[in-house]
């Protein structure tokens, strides 16, 4: 069993900054690609970046610039450092894992629990 956990969300003015992390917990041996998730009230769950193992970021248009996406390997961890927020980036953030080598076995499709992310104008 793998378990995503994110921390680092919260409150937080128009033009400012947060940074969120991701830290993945079990008998990992590997984690392929690693990612981030919005979803607003009333929307669809959107991507928002993801990063490849060997390090290689994709980002939503709407981030692109503003926000930077990470990972420590060694720690199975990604990063989400968010610049210039915007009202519009107020959504619940969820990391994704999208497929999870374990001693045991591979596991698909791995999501943490959200972190409230609010940009007040």
């Known amino acids: 069993q793998v378990q995503l956990v994110e921390s680092g969300g919260g409150l937080v003015q128009a033009g400012g900054s947060l940074r969120l992390s991701c830290a993945a917990s079990?008998?990992?041996?590997?984690?392929?690609?690693m990612g981030w998730y919005r979803q607003a009230p009333g929307k669809q769950r959107e991507l928002v970046a993801t990063i490849g193992s060997g390090g290689s970021p994709n980002y939503a248009d709407s981030v692109k610039g503003r926000f930077t996406i990470s990972r420590d390997n060694a720690k199975n961890t990604v990063y989400l450092q968010m610049n210039s927020l915007k009202p519009e980036d107020t959504a619940v953030y969820y990391c994704?894992?999208?497929?999870?080598?374990?001693?045991?076995?591979?596991?698909?499709?791995?999501w943490g629990q959200g972190t409230q992310v609010t940009v007040s104008s």
């Open positions: 079990g008998s990992i041996f590997s984690i392929n690609v």
């Open positions: 994704n894992a999208d497929k999870v080598v374990t001693i045991a076995r591979v596991i698909v499709g791995s």
